[in-house]
């Protein structure tokens, strides 16, 4: 009974509410930070949602960049992945959609010259949906919900393929990529699972190369005056 209920009212929030365009694009730099933007564009008015976004904002010491009645784009700066995983997980706040959440993860390992992070980044979008007894998503309203994340790194990110656990996850859904971006367009009523990795310069790995071929080119100096 709740499921056919379910399918008699998502058309009616189609009609009613619009759909909610959100774009959240990540700009690493290496060690150096970067920054996250986050853009929603909302069907109606709402204050109350925009005021809360840029309370959430604010706590994550970013800033609001453009702002009228219905669309809100923010800038959050952060200075290492750490403090990148928080802020995904804490930015993540679309209208009309109670119960979705977000969490990510970066891990990173260090490889002398080179760092290699690995993003995994869940949202879930599984409110929107409906599901049958098995997981099995049985309406997905992607007319509510237009949500693209995007990776944009120093020499691009690759995506990493796993395999699902559940009926009602994505693994890297409609995923593109053009040039140094990587882009994730979501699909509402599924966990979306983002993952990827990618690599940068170690300042520390290449500062201690430079010191060694210093020390190097200091003792080889040394020894060729002695002989002469």
């Known amino acids: ?89 804490q930015i993540v706040s679309i209208p009309y959609l109670a119960g979705s959440s977000a969490h990510a993860e970066i891990f990173d390992q260090n490889w002398l010259l080179f760092v290699r992070e690995r993003l995994r980044y869940d949202i879930d979008l599984r409110p929107l949906g409906v599901q049958s007894s098995t997981q099995e998503v049985l309406v997905a309203p992607q007319a509510l919900l237009d949500f693209t994340v995007s990776l944009k790194t120093l020499w691009g990110a690759r995506p990493v393929t796993t395999s699902p656990l559940r009926a009602d996850t994505l693994v890297n859904p409609n995923v593109t990529r053009q040039g140094d971006r990587l882009s994730w367009h979501l699909v509402p009523g599924y966990l979306n699972h983002l993952e990827a990795v990618y690599l940068y310069p170690s300042p520390l790995g290449w500062g201690t190369l430079a010191i060694l071929g210093l020390l190097a080119l200091g003792y080889w100096g040394r020894d060729r005056s002695q002989k002469i």
């Open 1 to 89: 009974m709740q499921r056919w209920l379910l399918w008699l009212l998502l058309p009616l929030v189609v009609c009613f509410s619009g759909c909610v365009q959100a774009d959240l694009a990540i700009e690493h730099h290496g060690q150096t930070g970067g920054q996250l933007t986050y853009n929603v564009n909302l069907p109606t008015t709402d204050p109350k949602t925009s005021r809360e976004l840029v309370q959430q904002v604010q706590h994550l010491g970013g800033k609001v960049t453009q702002r009228n009645e219905t669309s809100v784009r923010v800038a959050i700066p952060f200075e290492t992945s750490h403090g990148l995983a928080t802020a995904l997980s």
